[in-house]
């Protein structure tokens, strides 16, 4: 188990175990109705569960509708119809030489622990036509006929088997369960400590991989570890499709555990714990993660989909769970006898080859009755089991499960929880038993029958009796015992590790305990010293908690020293240092060193010279405390401090020192020689390259240090230089340019945030936290200020008066600008007045001057106000600031252009005037005083536009209207078209006091 880096497991039948026979009378029972549903006889129906009647591993011919018993060289051990046991003569008709090839277009192999109820849905209705008088078997013995109409074994096989695919897909089957699932699913609360064991504290990775999808897995495994059941497991794979998964390449697709939605478009990257995944592929999952299938074992139930094809394809280690092997064991255990006397039985029926000739009288009679005894005995002995019999054994024949169980398993067991009576974190070695082939047996029955065991290893050895003492033959004895062990590690039992360090390391590491000092003593050669520091908890109080390794050792041709995670990473480091002349050492020479907090850290030292290593314990890094904390602060005002000036400063600095590397580096690029001159230069240099950088990144602070003057000097000059060019520029005053600076601001202090803190899931929550609310801030600030009511007086009050408001200054270009969105967003406004319901036209036309531009205005037209104008007001406001800046004095509010120019304004506007409509009011007052008259030019549209709001009227019934108009209640002016009073104005004369307009088209009201 130590070479064992990656377990996985299957969730049915293995790490969630079935009740039985309840879940198995379940799909039975509901496969049955869907039979009835489909067209088969209602009696169907009536069927009953018998969980003693079939038996796991059958084969079932499709063509006869037989289920077959079967050996390893597929030979037919026993044979049933249906229910009903086939003697040996129809076996041997329906099957010469009882012997029947494997193909999958007849043969079904009923191994998994559904195909249980399977097998008895088939048999009971194979059974229930052959018992049926309606149904008779057809001429060839491949069906029935009923009511003329043929009904083949092959279709039987097809309808059960679709019911129970609908039974486990489209059926309430697994709502059934997940509702009862105490009555269904057996409590295992050892199953925690079975992982939390396997892993080893996270030396190996354990993984879920199951064919049900996430809703079925997340009640299941919430059943047995609560709902906390992913932390369990490094990563967890649904729908995941075995044996395919193990066969093909798949891309991984990631499930929304909220709401069980496959996420669009595969997964890329590397895979994460707390995620659930969907289908994918052991070769996906190899690159991901570097398994290559000896380092990992997978545990299921299924000999075909978990076993057979992950260890055919991927090389992967299996355990295959059979559950029935405790029933098994039980009954093999009584029924020794039985099986001793079926051994005796079949030495006497066939080795004594001459007994035929030396009695042939008595020969045949006596083999006859040995037969009939041995298989008396073996048919009594099945029927232990059930009626079809033992799942591993038929008499003294092994089936062909058992066969494909030793072939394809490297363990096998009947429970997964077996495994806790082993020590899993240990080198344990599950050996099997050595297997003798027949010439080797041979030689072991004659050591059985030698007189002692010295004699046996003195002959062995070429030595005689008298010349071996007991001493020397019980370390022979030992040598041999280890000799097989070897020859179980070159049949693939088991692996040693890789060479003598990691015997080492295992054997004699040593635990650096929290501020634990140990000291070494000389020593005459150089070798490997190994330390562990053991991981801690994650809990919060470790967040930005440290540890460092102390080694007072400073010359670093004294000692080289390694760090990996465990045992085989650290030796890993020492044999790669070996290869390539040295020149990827990665040894470690600084007298501090800081740990993985979370992780176990495998220290090896190899040095002759006595030291002293220490673990330093900080339980609060105020390096990281304040860094976490000044990046959550530099997130929430990045807004405010990239408009800040010594921000610009700051980056442009930055930018400078970069830029400047990488012009020194394109410099050298262009001077490079080129050519046949510079091929063997470059070719040198670039042979070099590799082994030059990573000296100078390993030995990166003595270099430094070492140049330490003209490094500084290099900066300061490169600093001065770039805060010349930002100060000559000035910060950027482009909103988009300030926001990408603020977004990127904002990233750097996810980043840092992530980097300060230890405990990955606070990091990760304060980051997420950050990002909704940078988001989401608009709409979360007023509830909390809601939240937070009672403390709002105070905090404005102490802002107000500590922290007062500045005043900001604008320069001349953002005035204008300010000014010009001011303009237009009030004239946008009146103009959305203008055409509303609530703006009183009336009221409109005769206060404004010119109702032809207001008509413009409020088409959106653009042009409502002429060249001339805007150039008046131009000249206007030249001068009125010029009046300012002289003398301060008041300005009178004209305008200042020419008389000439105003007077050509006004002539312009009075020659479109008199093209406009006259609109003529009448109004009379409540008290009988005389009516007043007033006239109104509008232009045209306008007019149209007034006479929507009432009535119009023709000159026949102007009277009239005239009369209705003189109510004391009628208070709105009415008017009318100017167009249906045209060539009318005589008549409209005489109803306008005799006044007779000569001039445009007149409305009358």
Known sequence: ??????????????????????????????????????????????????????????????????????????????????????????????????????????????????????????????????????????????????????????????????????????????????????????????????????????ERQVFLLTNSDYFYANHLMS??????????????????????????????????TQTGVIHLGNHEGE???????????????????????????????????????????????????????????????????????????????????????????TFTSVRNEAGVMFKEITDSMELKYGTMGSLMRHGIHQTHFA????????????????LLRYNLDTWH????????????????????????????????????????????????????????????????????????????????IRELGNNRRIVTRTKEYKSYDFFVHKKLPELPRYAFTDVYLQLNLTNDDDYTLYQGVDCASAVSNIDDDNRWFGFFKTPVFTRSRQLDLFNDTVIAISTMQPYEISVIFKNVNMIRLSLF?????????????????????????????????????FVAYRFAPRGLIGAPIMLGGWSMSLYILHYAWTHFTSIMMLYKVYVISYFVGVILISLAICYKRGPPTDVRSQDLMQWSLQGISLCLIYASCQLTQLSMMTAATLFIYQLLGRWLSPLIGFLFLPLTGPYKWFKFHFFPPRHEFLTMEEYHKQAQLTTERELEKLRQYCLSPKADSWKLMSNVRSPNRLA??????????????????????SERENELEDDFEEDDGRLNGSDEDVRGVEDEEQEEEESWDEIVVRRKSRDNRPASVERYRVPPNISSTLTQRISHYSPRNLDSSRNSYSSPRTRQPVVTSPRNLHNQSAHSSRHSNGKRHSKGNASYL
């Open 1 to 202: 188990m130590a070479r064992i880096k990656f377990v996985g497991f299957d969730m049915d039948a293995t790490l969630a175990i079935y009740k039985t026979p309840q879940a198995d009378k379940l799909a039975f029972e509901t496969a049955k109705k869907r039979l009835v549903e489909v067209g088969y006889p209602p009696e169907i129906g009536s069927l009953s569960y018998d969980d003693k009647l079939v038996t796991r591993g059958v084969w079932f011919d499709k063509k006869l509708g037989n289920f077959l018993k079967m050996d390893e060289e597929n030979g037919v051990l026993a044979a049933w119809h249906g229910t009903r046991r086939l003697n040996d003569h129809q076996i041997r008709v329906s099957y010469p030489n009882k012997h029947i090839q494997l193909e999958d277009s007849r043969i079904y192999i009923m191994n998994t622990v559904f195909n249980v109820s399977k097998t008895h849905l088939i048999a009971s209705t194979i059974s229930f036509m052959e018992e049926n008088e309606k149904f008779t078997d057809m001429p060839n013995g491949e069906g029935f006929i009923s009511h003329g109409r043929s009904i083949t074994y092959h279709r039987i096989f097809a309808d059960c088997h679709d019911a129970f695919d609908w039974v486990y897909t489209a059926s309430n089957y697994r709502n059934i369960l997940v509702e009862n699932i105490s009555h269904f699913i057996e409590y295992t609360p050892e199953c925690g400590r079975l992982l939390e064991t396997l892993s080893n504290g996270g």
């Open 856 to 877: 413009r205005f409020s088409q959106g037209a653009e042009n409502h106000i002429s060249n001339r104008e805007l150039r008046l007001y131009e000249e206007y406001e």
């Open 429 to 508: 070695f599950f050996v099997p038993s050595l297997t003798l082939l027949p010439h080797e047996r041979n030689s072991f029955e004659n050591i059985e029958n030698n007189n002692s065991t010295e004699t046996l290893l003195a002959n062995g050895n070429g030595v005689k009796p008298e010349h071996v003492n007991t001493e020397e033959s019980d370390s022979l004895i030992q040598q041999m015992e280890w000799r097989l062990v070897c020859i179980c590690l070159l049949m693939g039992c088991f692996e040693l590790g890789e060479g003598s360090y990691l015997t080492q390391c295992t054997n004699s």
């Open 629 to 665: 904390v000044c990046c959550i602060l530099i997130f929430l005002f990045s807004r405010h401090i990239v408009r800040h000036a010594g921000f610009f400063y700051v980056c442009g600095s930055s930018f400078g020192v970069v830029a400047s590397i990488l012009l020194i580096a």
């Open 403 to 418: 066969y494909a169980a030793r072939k394809y398993a490297d363990i096998y067991t009947s429970n997964v929880y077996n």
């Open 223 to 256: 059943y047995i570890l609560g709902t906390s059941w992913h932390s369990y497991f490094d990563f967890v794979f649904v729908n995941g499709d075995k044996p395919r998964w193990f066969a093909e390449d798949i891309k991984f697709k990631e499930i929304d």
């Open 271 to 361: 895979l994460r714990k707390e995620k659930v995944y969907s289908g994918g592929s052991a070769a996906e999952f190899r690159r991901t993660t570097g398994m290559t299938g000896k380092d990992t074992l997978y545990v299921g139930d299924h000999i075909y989909g978990d076993v057979h094809k992950s260890k055919k394809i991927s090389g992967i280690r299996t355990l295959l769970i059979i559950p029935e092997l405790d029933v098994e064991e039980q009954i093999w255990k009584s029924e020794t006898g039985r099986v001793y006397q079926l051994a005796q039985l079949q030495e006497k029926m066939y080795t004594n080859p001459d007994a035929q000739y030396t009695h042939p009288d």
